[in-house]
């Protein structure tokens, strides 16, 4: 039995089959060989291979996110017809008598800069598409798993980290727990694997090796301890263990349907946090009373284009009708810092946690920033639709952004087309937001306070560095006063307050905040009944 220690960022046990994900970053080594004919057709069966796996990824997205969405895979299986790109390939392995792995990560780096250097915005775009056609081509040469395709049972994944690019496209049902060597608690592999309610390990002393592949494992979340191979005592009392965990999930699902409503009477906004509509079901599942935080950037991640207008507007419509008048707040676009898109054109920055991100984005790419109002807005005539507005530092950018908003609206009502007039709100994840709070209350309907960013940029702590895990306190004192003071300014000026950050599903501050006089608590689905059973016991007054 071998163990291995890192980080807890989601407590619970995984019993299961290991799933080494490296990526395709590894280097490719140049082989000289000898009979280029079977290299030749290794390549070819790799080729052949890739597209019945883009087949499958096709007809999975459409049934999942629907026709448009799912282009890109179609995309893909053409650009793996395409004669310049195979030929070239060919020509490498033939006359250089070398192994079709190189012949390929050489032949894909050639295309992709070729790409990359075009003034046309859709030719660049394409360079992302060659790698991403590439990757999958070395994955089979090398006989790598692909963490995106579906396996015949669910998983423990293993990986050095993950992007949020790169776990947006995850079949959920198919994981049972992640372990990553590197990343920080608050990065979006944590932030997922609470959503999903499953155990997470981070900065684990492990070391990634294809031999892993299929052994047994155990995830102990609340410990941070990998066991691999484990002996039949400890998988007896990690058995037990998991069946009391079962026991108490029990327990809590007695609370659904019940009031989120303090002993003396305060009635608590208890919300879920999403990032597709896929997450939707684990809304209904742990009974949340609508969604607080629907993460609209993940519809921009793990493409090479801008999703169409169209295409949003059928994502929204789709999770406003299906959660039949609960309230969805959509935050727009909210990529910078750890979440990227190439093809925004945004380029490499020195610090992109204080960089162009967010509502920066929307305001210097207004074009965006319309596309997505517009589909928001043709959603509002099918459902209880909210608008909150992320990274607001100033009262100028909300007045531009109301702006662009009434503009939107009143072009859709002069075609004929329906649309509502949504609450529209900010989240306070910034200290000048903070200190500001009581003039854009005036302006705003309500506030989301963003605890994530708001505690690094209080603390000067990039909640990406895992280096900095011990100096990123979101219970810092200066942390707490702010969100008294943000409750206590938005409450004077008549609009609701609540917290959709991490933090707001801290167990152990839920009557803390209440006393504050939190309106709204908007956590991860998996943690709505255990903040319903502190709610239910707390009071707002000693």
């Known amino acids: 039995m071998e163990i291995y220690s890192g980080k807890s960022v989601y407590g619970g046990i995984a019993i299961g089959r290991l799933r080494v994900f490296t990526g395709s970053e590894s280097q490719v080594k140049r082989i000289r060989i000898d009979d280029t004919a079977a290299e030749l057709e290794r390549l070819e069966k790799a080729r052949e291979k890739a597209k019945e796996q883009l087949k499958q990824l096709y007809e999975k997205a459409v049934r999942e996110i629907g026709e448009a969405s799912a282009a890109i895979f179609e995309i893909h299986a053409m650009m793996l017809d395409d004669s310049d790109y195979i030929e070239s390939a060919e020509n490498i392995i033939r006359t250089q008598s070398v192994n079709a792995e190189y012949a390929v990560s050489v032949t894909g780096d050639n295309f992709s800069n070729l790409f990359s250097t075009m003034e046309d915005e859709y030719m660049k775009a394409r360079a992302a598409d060659v790698k991403d056609i590439s990757d999958r081509l070395l994955r089979i040469l090398c006989e790598s798993p692909d963490a995106f395709d579906s396996s015949d049972e669910p998983e423990i994944i293993l990986a050095d980290d993950l992007a949020p690019s790169q776990t947006v496209q995850l079949d959920k049902e198919k994981v049972l727990a992640f372990v990553t060597v590197h990343g920080s608690s608050n990065s979006h592999t944590a932030i997922l694997a609470r959503t999903m309610n499953i155990p997470a390990i981070i900065g684990c002393s492990v070391k990634l090796d294809s031999s892993l592949n299929g052994k047994t494992a155990v995830v102990d979340g609340g410990s941070g301890r990998l066991y691999i191979n484990p002996d039949k005592d400890l998988l007896d009392e990690m058995r037990s263990k998991r069946s009391e965990e079962i026991e108490q999930q029990k327990l809590l699902q007695s609370l659904k349907d019940k009031e989120d409503i303090t002993l003396d009477g305060r009635k608590i906004r208890l919300y879920a946090n999403i990032g597709s509509l896929s997450d939707i079901a684990a809304v209904f599942l742990n009974d949340a009373g609508g ?110 952004i109301h702006r662009i908003a009434d503009e939107v609206r009143h072009e859709l009502l002069d075609k004929g087309i329906e649309c509502g007039e949504p609450e529209q709100g900010i989240m306070i994840e910034t200290p000048a937001a903070v200190e500001i709070s009581d003039i854009l209350a005036e302006e705003a309907d309500f506030f989301s306070i963003g605890t994530n960013d708001l505690t690094q940029y209080t603390l000067a702590a990039d909640r990406q560095n895992p280096r900095l895990d011990d100096f990123y306190d979101p219970r810092h004192p200066a942390v707490m006063r702010m969100i008294k003071r943000v409750i206590d300014n ?24 209440i006393r504050m006089g939190i309106d709204e608590l908007s956590v991860s689905p998996s943690s709505v009944l255990k903040i319903r059973e502190k709610i239910r016991n707390s009071r707002m007054n000693l």
């Open 291 to 400: 969604i607080g935080l629907f993460r609209s950037e993940f519809i921009y991640l793990g493409r090479s284009s801008l999703p169409t207008e169209e295409e949003q507007f059928q994502i929204y419509r789709k999770a406003a009708e299906t959660l039949a008048g609960k309230k969805l707040i959509i935050r727009t676009l909210d990529i910078g810092a750890d979440k990227q898109a190439d093809y925004l054109g945004i380029g490499q920055e020195e610090n992109p946690a204080m960089g162009c991100r967010a509502i920066r984005i929307c305001l210097t790419q207004p074009e965006i920033f319309k596309a997505q109002l517009r589909a928001i807005y043709r959603a509002t005539a099918f459902g209880d639709i909210s608008i909150m507005y992320p990274m607001i530092t100033s009262l100028w950018e909300l007045k531009e």
């Open 490 to 513: 938005g409450h004077k000026a008549g609009i609701w307050v609540g917290i959709c950050g991490e933090l707001g599903a801290d167990t152990e501050l839920t009557e803390t905040f």
